[in-house]
């Protein structure tokens, strides 16, 4: 079977708690299934350093987790969804953990390189950010 083709395309997002109600979080709300199909398409690798070993899970897929590279934050900035093929990086726990309470020094290299392999699907998914904003995020 030939794997299907990825499109990236922008997706309006459409607030789940309307204005008036009380929440717990503003953290948007993320569709679990697009983060699986980001691991599985990133091969259950790591996108820091493929090498980085975690652990086999019960189904036995080698467990990764999910970073939102435009932070989910930062939502109200943007006009399209950031919860997007586009946007979501598969990482090991460890580089996950580095990426949200690392030094902005050890963080810099990474979130730079994760920008550079995915500014062209970022922008066709809507989400046309420069480096310099992008990096505003993590420091």
Do not use: W
Request: aromatic fraction near 8%; glycine fraction near 6%; proline fraction near 6%.
């Amino acid at each position: 079977a030939e794997a299907s083709e990825t499109t990236y395309e922008p997706v309006k997002y459409i607030s789940s708690h309307p204005e008036g109600k009380s929440v717990k979080t503003t953290r948007p709300a993320t569709n679990p299934s697009i983060g699986k199909e980001a691991i599985k398409n990133g091969r259950y690798k790591c996108a820091v350093d493929a090498s980085h070993l975690t652990f086999r899970k019960n189904d036995g897929t080698i467990y990764m987790e999910v970073h939102h590279l435009i932070p989910l934050e930062q939502q109200g900035a943007f006009e399209n969804k950031l919860d997007t093929k586009a946007n979501l990086v598969p990482v090991c726990p460890l580089c996950h953990k580095l990426i949200h309470y690392g030094c902005f020094f050890d963080k810099k290299p990474i979130i730079t390189r994760l920008y550079e392999e995915r500014k062209e699907q970022l922008k066709a998914s809507g989400l046309d950010i420069s480096l310099e904003k992008m990096l505003s995020f993590y420091e």
